[in-house]
Structures are given as C-alpha cells and as structure tokens.
Nanobody
C-alpha cells in the first residue's frame, strides 16, 4: 500500500509566499509523474503544476511565473513554491503521484491542504 501526504498550507496575505510539500510512502518501486491540483469552493479540481521524474515541469497559465514545482526523488517528495499569491489562489491543494509498486501502478491522491490568501 502507498500513500502521499501534503503539508505547508495556511493563511497568507496577498503578495505573500507559501511552500507546500508532499511525501510519498509505502511499498514504492519508483515514482513517475507528481503534481499539484487545487479545488476552490464551487469549482472543479484543476491542475496547477506537474513534474516528471526527469524534472520536466508543466504549469497552468494562471500560476506560470509565480509558482515553481520541484521534486527530490531520493526523498520521494514534491514541492510547490508559491509566490505573489492572489486571493484567487485560495483553494484546497491536492498532491497526486503516479507510483509504481512491485506489482502495479497506483495513482495516489493526498488528503489536501488548505491555502487561504486574504488580508
């Protein structure tokens, strides 16, 4: 069994910064893509950023230039550095990891961490 767990959310003023972390654990052989999604009240969950095992990253246009995704493969951890935060970034942020166990491929979601941008 595998799981991922996020941390680092909270309340921040507009223009501020936060750093989210997500660590995978369990019977892991290797991890393929990792990513961050978010869901605001009344809206659908959307992709924020994703990163391949090679380090190649992809960003939503709404966060490009403000957010940076990175990963530490040895620590099985993905990070999301969020700068110049705006009120519209307020959402629950979810981590996703595509994890290969010795038996199969598992798509694992975290439980979510709240990010609130408000003065």
């Amino acid at each position: 069994q595998v799981q991922v767990e996020e941390s680092g959310g909270g309340l921040v003023q507009p223009g501020g910064s936060l750093r989210l972390s997500c660590t995978a654990s369990g019977n892991i052989f290797t991890i393929n893509d990792m990513g961050w999604y978010r869901q605001a009240p009344g809206k659908q969950r959307e992709l924020v950023a994703s990163i391949r095992a090679s380090g190649s990253a992809n960003y939503s246009p709404s966060v490009a230039g403000r957010f940076t995704i990175s990963r530490d493969n040895a620590k099985k951890t993905v990070y999301l550095q969020m700068n110049s935060l705006k009120p519209e970034d307020t959402a629950v942020y979810y981590c996703l990891a595509e994890i290969y166990t010795p038996e199969t491929l598992v798509t694992s979601w975290g439980q979510g961490t709240q990010v609130t941008v408000s003065s």
